[in-house]
């Protein structure tokens, strides 16, 4: 009998384990496709499971069941589930708001909330919204930053008042080699294939070494979601003032769980002046390509893989016909720029420790530029070559860090190896490389509960410059100091404080760039000195409501000293060739003793559950320094941005508002007098409409930029240096094309 009842048991038991079958839930964003790591499955008479790093939940069902998922930030959902099912959910971003995790400056991978460092971010949801096509577009209505346009040098960007030397661009974690004029071209970074991009305002010195004292960008690159096994997708976009762009991308995930994604495109402008001329146009017509390839794999808690982006643009610069050969002649400049950059990567935790976190990166860029000069027989277009001039420049990285988080106390230890070289027509041969070598280190203290303190060091290395100049705590060592803090003072409330020195050495464009053409001289001056900088942060966030009405408040101040601060200053003509007085824009680089800027921001933010956000900000810049004569120099700006989504029609509305008042750059005569040029006052308003087709394959976004119609700004006085100063001595300055319209579709297949 007891036997037969075992038999019986075992026999159940057998039947009960193969009715039950696996089932798998993959969970991703709704707006923008990611997969959502550490989801909550909840079901009757389990204890429940989490979501996997992909978004893959894994569950074992006896028959029909209803799943409970959750997250923080995102609305709650319910799904009816079978044995064997394979379900794609998309849970919607609540009220709240998505407590997004953020990398740039970060230990480990890390919840914005909980980071020592202000970040903003810009997700995919705001990049479709805004319609945008590079960098600019981005950046353009954000407070602390003004976007400076040149029609050769393209649009650099100033942050909290500090010129674009002392920006750090980044792409997936890599600093990019500068454009023209050692800033980067903002229109040269596409938004294709990027999946957010991340902003920490003030010094990252420890972590990146020179330039990332202003601020720093991270451009994160799109990653190819779990689902479908081959995915594809073709972006369109037409702008009114003559902008034809389209690209497409296809990935797929392959049987070794790796990822492969291969995208491409082309985006062409054909030119704007807000004047009729006939041939010559205030804003170059170009024309891009670019293409990006990106193979990830992940084995265990690793992650590791190859990218590589490359880009070409070419620009035409027309020259009016020439009166003195009787209107049969011009002369035109066409500048091409190839650049490229390849890394590999490793990141994630070794073995089964949860504690220990590395990443590591090792790169290759490369950058050129070739100017030539045309003559053009206008009738017929027809022309001849006159002249030829390139430049190269090439940059290794090698970087690494190694990160322990305990309950307490944290650490972080790393190194960062940059080698640059240079040459070509434009550079000295004598300044051919220069290369940066830092060691760095960081402490992560938890006293108690609501305190967090981080002092960090670096130890930095130029084959140029001898950093003792540094000097750290007058020991004469080349050691530059960082300290963080931050006090949760509630849940509601969060307090930070920043510290950073910062070293910069000149770059070699600065060092021995001679940059010619019809309309620029601009020359590198070897005599530069480094600049030696502080910079001093202090901000409080305070956060509350409920799920259907929240606000927020944030206010930011924040100082930055410089000694040697170094900038493009205009020439003297008297000293150049008379057939070359003339020219539109002549500077050099040069040290300016003594540099300061102040700032103020607060920043205000409303939301009514999942449909409304207005988010309102206001900042204040002050600026002084040895060539101001202790006079501070002021400017006011303003910002919103509104977001309203109809439910029922599944329509999102964006209004986005930047006022940006007067801004002067400064300088002294050669009698010591106190002299300022002044770029006015203008207002930038954007407007778009998005909405989702055929179960969200479609994507369509409409839309109007620069609603008040600004061309150029007027320009007054004769100050000579900082800031505007890169666009010449001009009456007014390009700021916008006019009023434009635009059109965004993109399809999924």
């Given at each position: 009998m007891?036997?037969?009842?075992?038999?019986?048991?075992l026999f159940c038991t057998g039947l009960s384990q193969a009715i039950a079958q696996n089932a798998l839930i993959r969970v991703l964003d709704a707006e923008t496709g990611q997969a959502l790591a550490g989801v909550n499955a909840a079901w009757a008479g389990s204890s429940g499971a989490l979501a996997d790093s992909e978004g893959i939940i894994r569950l074992r069902l006896d028959g029909p069941t209803t799943v409970s998922l959750s997250f923080v930030g995102y609305h709650p959902e319910k799904i009816s589930l079978s044995p064997g099912a394979d379900e794609t959910v998309r849970l919607r971003a609540?009220?709240?708001?998505?407590?997004?995790?953020?990398?740039?400056?970060?230990?480990?991978?890390?919840?914005?909330?909980?980071?020592?460092?202000?970040?903003?971010?810009?997700?995919?949801?705001h990049i479709a919204a805004r319609g945008a096509v590079n960098l600019t577009d981005i950046l353009s209505m954000e407070l602390n930053a003004r976007v400076v346009n040149d029609n050769v040098l393209g649009s650099n960007i100033i942050l909290q008042g500090l010129t674009g030397q002392n920006v750090k661009i980044l792409m997936d974690g890599v600093p990019l080699i500068s454009g023209e004029a050692n800033e980067f071209d903002l229109n040269q970074l596409n938004m294709n294939q990027v999946e957010r991009i991340e902003v920490i305002e003030g010094p990252l010195s420890v972590q990146y070494g020179t330039n990332a004292l202003a601020g720093t960008v991270n451009i994160i690159s799109r990653q190819l979601p779990d689902g479908k096994r081959l995915q594809s997708g073709v972006n369109a976009y037409y702008e009114t003032v003559g902008k034809y762009n389209v690209d497409a991308s296809i990935g797929t995930n392959l049987r070794d769980g790796s990822k492969l994604s291969l995208s491409g495109g082309r985006n062409q402008f054909i030119g704007f002046s807000p004047d009729d001329q006939p041939r010559n146009k205030l804003w170059n017509p170009s024309t891009q390509y670019f293409g990006n390839f990106k193979w990830v794999k992940r084995t265990g808690n690793l992650n590791y893989g190859l990218l590589h982006n490359q880009f070409r643009e070419t620009q035409v610069s027309k020259g009016n016909p020439d009166p003195g050969f009787q209107y049969l002649t011009a002369t035109d400049?066409?500048?091409?720029?190839?650049?490229?950059?390849?890394?590999?990567?490793?990141?994630?935790?070794?073995?089964?420790?949860?504690?220990?976190?590395?990443?590591?990166?090792?790169g290759y860029q490369y950058y050129d530029r070739i100017s030539e000069n045309y003559l053009v027989n206008v009738s017929d277009e027809t022309r001849k070559r006159t002249s030829r001039r390139s430049t190269e420049f090439s940059s290794w990285l090698f970087r690494g860090a190694y990160s322990y988080t305990g309950s307490g106390l944290s650490f972080q230890v790393g190194y960062d190896v940059n080698l640059n070289n240079s040459a070509g027509d434009t550079v000295d041969s004598l300044g051919t490389s220069v290369n940066d070598i830092g060691i760095f280190g960081s402490l992560n203290i938890k006293p108690f509960r609501k305190l967090e303190i981080q002092p960090g060091f670096r130890y930095t290395y130029n084959s140029r410059y001898n950093t003792r100049e540094i000097n750290f705590l007058d020991t004469g060592l080349p050691v530059i100091p960082s300290l963080n803090l931050k006090y949760e003072v509630s849940r509601a409330l969060n307090l930070r404080a920043s510290y950073a020195k910062g070293f910069r050495a000149p770059s070699l464009r600065e060092l021995f760039w001679d940059f010619q053409d019809a309309n620029h001289s601009i020359n590198g001056n070897p005599a530069l000195q480094p600049e030696i900088a502080d910079n001093y942060i202090l901000s409080g966030k305070y956060t509350f409501g409920t799920e259907s009405h929240r606000l927020g408040i944030q206010l930011m101040t924040y100082v930055n000293r410089i000694e040697r601060k170094i900038e493009l200053v205009d020439k003297d003509r008297?000293?150049?060739?008379?057939?070359?007085?003339?020219?539109?824009?002549?500077?050099?680089?040069?040290?300016?003793?003594?540099?300061?800027?102040?700032?103020?921001?607060l920043n205000l933010s409303y939301a009514q559950g999942s449909r409304l956000m207005i988010r309102p900000g206001f900042g204040l810049l002050e600026r002084s320094g040895s060539k101001s004569l202790s006079t501070r120099f002021y400017s006011f700006e303003a910002n919103g941005n509104v977001s309203y989504a109809l439910t029922a029609s599944k329509i999102k509305l964006n209004l986005f508002y930047k006022y940006n008042g007067p801004?002067?750059?400064?300088?002294?005569?050669?009698?010591?007098?106190?002299?300022?040029?002044?770029?006015?006052?203008?207002?930038?308003?954007?407007?778009?409409a998005s909405r989702p087709f055929w179960g969200d394959r479609l994507f369509v976004t409409l839309g109007a930029r620069n609603l008040l119609d600004v061309t150029n700004v007027v320009q007054t006085g004769e100050g000579s240096e900082g800031l505007v100063v890169r666009s010449g001595f001009k009456p007014s300055l390009p700021i916008a094309q006019g009023r434009q319209f635009f059109t965004k579709i993109y399809y999924s297949f």
């Open positions: 007891k036997l037969r009842i075992l038999t019986w048991l609540s009220a709240a708001g998505l407590d997004e995790v953020v990398v740039t400056g970060q230990f480990t991978p890390t919840e914005k909330s909980r980071s020592l460092y202000n970040v903003k971010v810009f997700n995919a949801g400049n066409a500048f091409t720029t190839n650049r490229f950059n390849s890394n590999i990567f490793l990141n994630g935790k070794p073995g089964s420790s949860s504690r220990s976190y590395i990443d590591m990166i090792a008297s000293l150049m060739d008379p057939s070359r007085q003339n020219v539109n824009v002549a500077k050099t680089y040069a040290n300016i003793p003594e540099f300061m800027t102040r700032g103020f921001n801004m002067a750059q400064f300088s002294l005569s050669a009698d010591n007098q106190l002299l300022d040029r002044t770029l006015g006052a203008y207002t930038l308003v954007d407007l778009s």
